[in-house]
């Protein structure tokens, strides 16, 4: 394995713990939950999603395009996601569904 694919993934992977892990530790007690910085924690309600999101596309789009009848399945399992997180607000429960939903469809629609 080539070296800078290994440091790439050092960098990005403690980018995306500190991007995670600042807002919070350096917030922390300055304010109360209905202060002016309520938009802090809605943005952050939303990193969750957004993270699953991007790996959904990242991870699929090579599939789909080296076989173009998993898009159907996808957009099942992304759309899942997407209605399970605004009703639930838990990203458990919605990556779970979604993945479930996408096995589901995949299994009834390929032969």
Do not use: Q
């Amino acid at each position: 394995m080539n070296t800078s694919v290994i440091i790439i993934g050092l960098v990005v992977g403690a980018a995306n713990y500190l991007f995670r892990y600042l807002p919070l530790r350096l917030g922390a007690g300055r304010r109360p939950a209905g202060a002016a910085g309520a938009w802090a924690g809605r943005l952050l309600d939303g990193i969750g999603l957004a993270s699953i999101c991007a790996l959904l596309v990242v991870s699929s789009v090579p599939e789909v395009l080296r076989e173009p009848g998993k898009l159907v399945p996808t957009l099942a399992g992304f759309l899942v996601l997407i209605i399970c997180f605004y009703r639930t607000r838990s990203i458990v429960l919605a990556t779970l569904g979604g993945a479930l939903c996408f096995g589901l469809v995949f299994k009834l629609l390929m032969p």
